[in-house]
C-alpha cells in the first residue's frame, strides 16, 4: 500500500468526505495509506504541496490558480473534485425570504473566516446585480463566535461563515438568509499536487480518486447523525447536534458531488469570481491546472 503525506487545508466541516474517508478506512481499501496533518496556514498548503513537504494537498482550487498567476510555469494541478458547490451562508438577524446580495450594499458585514474564496465569490454577485461590492461595509476575518455575538447585538447586519456556525445561529435566534450553493457548480474543494505526483505515482493519485469516490458515496446514503459520529474526533468542540444539523444541509444542499470528477464550468464559475475580484490577474485554463489520473 502506498503512503502518501498530505496537508488538510484547514478543519471544517466542509472537508466531511475526507474525514469520513479516513475514519471509515475508504482511502485504505481503495490502496492509500493517507496520511493527514493539518496545515498551519491557506498559503502553506500550496507552497508546501509545491515544495514537496507533503505530497498532496486537499483544499480550494483558488490556489492552484494564484500559484499559475503568479508563475505561469507552476507545476501544481487539481484533481479529485470533493466539494462542488459554495459551502458558505449568509447569516441575518431574521429570516429575510426575499434576500438577494443587492441587500449587502451600505451594510455592515462581517466575514468569518481567515479564506479568501467565499467574498471573492460574494462579491462578484454584487457586481452580477450592477452594484460596487465596495459599498459593502466590510470587516473581514473575525472569528465565527465573535462575529455571531456582534450580530445579535446588532453591531453588525450580515454575517459571511460556513457550518457548523449555521446552526449555532439557528440556536441564537438568528437565520440563514442565503446559501452560496444556490448558485450552482463550482470547483471549491479538490485534491491538488505538483504534475509530478499525479503523472509519477499515478496508481496512488487514482486509489486517493477511489477513495474519494467512495467517501462522497457513503456521505449520499449515511444519516448525518451517523456521519456526525464518525467525524466526531475532528472536531471535539463542536456539539454532535450542531455537526448533524451541519452535514444535514450540507446533503440537502448537494455540496459534495456525486463522483470526484472536476467539471469545467465549476472550475470557470470559480475562476470568475478571482478574476472580477482582483485575486488574479491571468486566465490559466482548466485543461491546463486539471488532470485526472487515469
Known sequence: MER??????????????????????????????LEATLSPSGAETAAGAAAGRVDVAWGGPMRVMAAHDKDPTADLVCFGLAVARDPFLVIGPAAAPGFSPAAL?????????????????????????????????????????????????????????????????????????????????????????PRTFVEGRRPAARALVAGLGAALDRLRAIAPDAAAAAVAPWFPNVAPRHVAAAIARYQGLGIWPETPAMTADGFVRLKSALLSGGFIASDPPYERLVIEPV
Open 4 to 33: 502518501v503525506r498530505a496537508y488538510e487545508n484547514l478543519r471544517g466541516l466542509v472537508y466531511t468526505p475526507f474525514y469520513l474517508g479516513l475514519a471509515e478506512g475508504l482511502f485504505a481499501k481503495a490502496g492509500v495509506e
Open 105 to 193: 450594499v451600505g451594510k455592515r458585514l462581517l466575514v468569518g473566516t481567515h479564506a479568501p474564496t467565499p467574498w471573492l465569490l460574494l462579491q462578484e454577485d454584487v457586481r452580477r446585480q450592477g452594484l460596487d461590492p465596495a459599498r459593502v461595509v466590510r470587516e473581514d476575518e473575525v472569528e465565527p463566535e465573535a462575529a455571531l455575538t456582534r450580530l445579535k447585538a446588532g453591531e453588525a447586519d450580515y454575517v459571511l461563515a460556513f457550518e457548523p456556525w449555521g446552526a449555532v445561529a439557528a440556536e441564537m435566534g438568528l437565520a440563514v438568509v442565503s446559501e452560496g450553493a444556490r448558485r450552482g457548480p463550482l470547483a471549491f474543494t479538490s485534491f491538488y499536487a
